[in-house]
Nanobody, 127 residues
Framework: QGELLESGGGLVQAGGSLRLSCAAS????????MGWFRQAPGKEREFVAA????????DYGDSVKGRFTISRDNAKNTVYLQMNSLKPEDTAVYYC????????????????????WGQGTQVTVSS
């Protein structure tokens, strides 16, 4: 069993920044790849970023490359998503995810195979 708890969402103007955090508890998430996905109203779930357990492998969705940065602190069982140069189209509910057997690349390709999901945090970017 495990739990992922996201925080840091909110309302920000276009061009601004937000930092999301995902605190993991209940299991050894330090051995898992962890990532972020998002879903906007009326749209499909979209891969945002993922990071391997050691942090040496990282993958980003095309729409956020160069603007978002994923990182993790295994001592705190926490993964972060630094979001810069935010655009209105970044508005969505952002979900944290973790999976022991996925790589960052496979998390993006096969999100249905990801084992653990958080409840989500709303990010709204105003124009």
């Amino acid at each position: 069993q495990g739990e992922l708890l996201e925080s840091g969402g909110g309302l920000v103007q276009a061009g601004g920044s937000l930092r999301l955090s995902c605190a993991a508890s209940g299991r050894t998430f330090s051995r898992s790849s962890m990532g972020w996905f998002r879903q906007a109203p009326g749209k499909e779930r979209e891969f945002v970023a993922a990071i391997s357990r050691s942090g040496n492998l990282i993958d980003y969705g095309d729409s956020v490359k160069g603007r978002f940065t994923i990182s993790r602190d295994n001592a705190k069982n926490t993964v972060y998503l630094q979001m810069n140069s935010l655009k209105p189209e970044d508005t969505a509910v952002y979900y944290c995810a973790a999976d022991l057997y996925s790589t960052p690349q496979t998390m993006g390709v096969n999100p249905d195979g990801v084992e653990y999901w958080g409840q989500g945090t709303q990010v709204t970017v105003s124009s």
